[in-house]
Structures are given as structure tokens and as C-alpha cells.
């Protein structure tokens, strides 16, 4: 099957500016993560999406972050302003339910000059 | 709230070693463990995962065991191999199945090169 589908690969912004990453889930999968892995640490999860409705946003600076996933199936995430904190990589994963194992893209990486 | 602390890194083994990474864990309730692995350049992969005290995951050659007395998830391989260099992540799951919210906590990483 085909896997977790990311784009771009690559972002390179000034700060201050705007930014999208586009994520596709496995076909039939009904949940969807996006997380935030900053250099040398873990994972940190931003949002958890069931469907098209959002089940967990706690810890999504939502003052410049925001993501959607209109139609349930594929999401995108955005940061406006970005700031130089915000460098990392954006990984995305997606599940067939909430409490089955989570299966990653490869990931965005993002840097802020 | 929940965490996992595991050895930092980074670890450099000759082919054939041993392996083990220690994973411990804090947590509210009857977590689910996981080891993801994670190549350069490449998302997390899941090695294997358990689920309740004493469960022993296993894959590729490598394991762990489920200890709820010492709260513990140590990785284990007997004879690693170079193809094996990659970063390594505990994680625990604890879920919240009324909001249908199951949040994985991951530990920093552990950096594993395996040279010739």
C-alpha cells in the first residue's frame, strides 16, 4: 500500500512569512497527526484530526498555526507569521483508527532564516 | 504528566555487538509502548510496540519487554548490524477513548551508528 505522502521535502523562509505543508494519509485511514519534531528531540504532536473534525488542538499555538482537513482525507497545516523557533522538521502520520499504530511520512523540513 | 526518558546518545557498536537502549516511562494509567526507528532523511517506522505489563515485542531481531514494576521498555538486539544505524524512539500511548484521543509521547531519541 502506498505510504503516509508529505510535500514540499524542503522549505527555506524568512521569518515573518507564510507557509503550507500538504499531507496525504493512507488510503482509508480515518485519523490524521500532524507533529512538530524539533532537531535532537522527540516528536511533539500539534493536532489530531478523526475525520474532518478535530480531536485534539491542545497543543497547537493556534495564534499562528492553524490546519484543516476539509473533506477527511488529506490535510494541510500552516504557519503565519513564522518565527525563527519554528525551524523543524513537520511530520505528518495517519492511523485507520485512533488507537491503531500511527504510520509517518517523511516528513517537511522547515528553516527559518 | 506523561514522559519517556531514554540513554542519550549518541551509541557506536561494531557489528555483531549487542545492543541495549534503556527506555523508561511516567505515565497515568496502563500506557501502550512503542520503539519507532527513524533512518536519515527518511519519517518514523514502528519496530514494535506492547501493549500490557510483561507483553514482549519483537521484530527484526530486535525486542522489549513491558515492565510495569520498574516503568521500563528496554530495547535489545543480540548482534546489531551497520544497516541498523538509524535514531531510535521510545514512545508511550495513553488514550483518552471517550474523545477518541490517543496522543504519542516520544522520548528524545537515541543515535545508533554500527560500523564494519
Known amino acids: 500500500e502506498a505510504g503516509v505522502a508529505q510535500s514540499p521535502r524542503y522549505k527555506i523562509i524568512e521569518k515573518r512569512q507564510s507557509v503550507a505543508f500538504w499531507c496525504n494519509p493512507i488510503s482509508g485511514h480515518a485519523t490524521l497527526y500532524w507533529y512538530q519534531q524539533i532537531l535532537g528531540q522527540g516528536p511533539k504532536l500539534l493536532i489530531q484530526f478523526q475525520n474532518n473534525g478535530v480531536v485534539d488542538d491542545s497543543q497547537l499555538p493556534k495564534d499562528r498555526f492553524s490546519a484543516e482537513r476539509l473533506k477527511g482525507v488529506d490535510s494541510t497545516l500552516k504557519i503565519q507569521p513564522a518565527k525563527l523557533e519554528d525551524s523543524a522538521v513537520y511530520l505528518c502520520a495517519s492511523s485507520f483508527q485512533p488507537n491503531q499504530p500511527q504510520h509517518f511520512g517523511d516528513g517537511t523540513r522547515l528553516s527559518i532564516l | 504528566g506523561d514522559s519517556v526518558t531514554q540513554m542519550e546518545g549518541p551509541v557506536t557498536l561494531s557489528e555483531e555487538a549487542f545492543l541495549t537502549i534503556n527506555c523508561t516511562y511516567t505515565a497515568t494509567g496502563y500506557p501502550s509502548l512503542f520503539w519507532y526507528v527513524q533512518y536519515p532523511g527518511e519519517g518514523l517506522q514502528l519496530l514494535l510496540k506492547?501493549?500490557?505489563?510483561?507483553d514482549k515485542g519483537s521484530n527484526k531481531g530486535f525486542e522489549a519487554t513491558y515492565r510495569k514494576e520498574t516503568t521500563s521498555f528496554h530495547l535489545e538486539k543480540g548482534s546489531v548490524q551497520v544497516s541498523d544505524s538509524a535514531v531510535y524512539f521510545c514512545a508511550l500511548s495513553t488514550g483518552n477513548s471517550g474523545a477518541g484521543s490517543y496522543q504519542l509521547t516520544f522520548g528524545k531519541g537515541t543515535k545508533l551508528s554500527v560500523i564494519p
Open positions: 506492547a501493549t500490557k505489563a510483561d
